[in-house]
């Protein structure tokens, strides 16, 4: 399968992520892409760039072969009956990035042999530098290299089963806000043992990118990492010490497990 034009149907803070990405990556030029939402004028930036931005769902699907689907829980199943007039099985290939809607729930709306897929991205596909995880359960091969190669120029992806979306979510996308908590956290740390707070978060995003890098590249698990910092009775095991007994593993897993548990409300609302 080809892709000829993509639509992202909600131009929010993931859907112009995603665009943005798609841009600067050259997956596609800007004629190519079309983007909506109700407050238009919110796209300017989008269409100064020359992309498509309209307000017209149905008008964005038909030009399009690939649909991003980028709204929100709640509205999935309007904007779905909304397309589902225009959605045609021998065209146009289903992506969903939508929180807490199961492959199932989508099939349901649209009744019909679309191929369906769920990603989930995180905002680093702006830059290219998205973990997305797929899932799908009706489309041909082909159209699963298609998603997954447009997803790789992004990033990096995996197709993952359904079930395990919502692990993904809190992993992958919901990731990218804590790791920035703890950069700030360390910036902040940084200030008050002398740094401006420019190089302060400088030092700590750029340490941040190479740890996450060295891991990337050996595959060696962190705590093997970490024992190449740790100098016997030295400052880094002092520090990293008082860090466990004030909690800070502990509570990481517990804000991943709430923000999993959560999602659950948010399948209520689909
Ligand atoms: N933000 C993130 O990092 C991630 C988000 N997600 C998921 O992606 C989805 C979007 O999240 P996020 O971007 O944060 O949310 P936003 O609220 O920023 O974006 C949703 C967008 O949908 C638009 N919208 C609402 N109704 C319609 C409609 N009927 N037709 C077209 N556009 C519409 C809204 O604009 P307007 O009101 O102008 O119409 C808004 O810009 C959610 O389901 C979320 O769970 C998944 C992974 C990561
Ligand atoms: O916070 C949220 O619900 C969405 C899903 C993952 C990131 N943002």
Redesign the pocket.
């Given at each position: 399968m080809e892709i000829s034009n993509i639509a992202i149907?909600?131009?929010?803070?993931?859907?112009?992520?995603i665009a943005n990405g798609l841009l600067n990556s050259e997956f596609l030029s800007a004629e190519n892409l079309y983007v909506?939402?109700?407050?238009?004028e919110?796209?300017n930036d989008l269409k100064e760039r020359g992309v498509n931005t309209t307000?017209d769902?149905v008008f964005a699907a038909q030009q399009a072969n690939l649909i991003i689907?980028?709204?929100?829980?709640f509205?999935?199943k309007?904007?779905l009956t909304?397309l589902n007039t225009v959605l045609d099985p021998k065209k146009h290939v289903l992506v969903?990035?939508?929180?807490?809607?199961s492959l199932e729930d989508m099939q349901s709306v649209v009744g019909k042999e679309i191929g369906l897929f769920r990603a989930?991205?995180?905002?680093a596909i702006a830059i290219s530098e998205s973990m997305t995880c797929i899932s799908t359960n009706n489309t041909s091969p082909e159209e699963q290299a298609t998603v997954v190669d447009l997803f790789s120029q992004l990033g990096k992806a995996v197709i993952i089963d359904d079930s395990l979306m919502a692990a993904a979510?809190v992993l992958?996308?919901?990731g990218?806000?804590y790791a920035m908590r703890f950069i700030r956290a360390a910036s902040q740390g940084g200030i008050e043992i002398g740094f401006g707070a420019e190089i302060s978060q400088l030092i700590a995003s750029q340490t941040v990118k190479g740890a996450a890098s060295l891991l990337l590249e050996s595959g060696l698990h962190p705590e093997q990492e970490i024992d190449k910092v740790t100098t016997p009775q030295g400052c880094t095991i002092a520090g990293l010490n008082e860090m466990e007994h004030q909690g800070f593993s502990s509570s990481l897993i517990k804000g991943v497990k709430t923000s999993f548990n959560k999602i659950s409300d948010?399948e209520e609302d689909v």
């Open positions: 149907i909600g131009g929010g803070n993931l859907g112009k992520s909506t939402r109700r407050k238009l919110k796209l307000n769902n689907l980028a709204i929100k829980p509205q999935i309007d904007v909304e969903s990035v939508v929180t807490g809607a989930m991205p995180n905002t979510t992958g996308a919901c990218i806000a948010i």
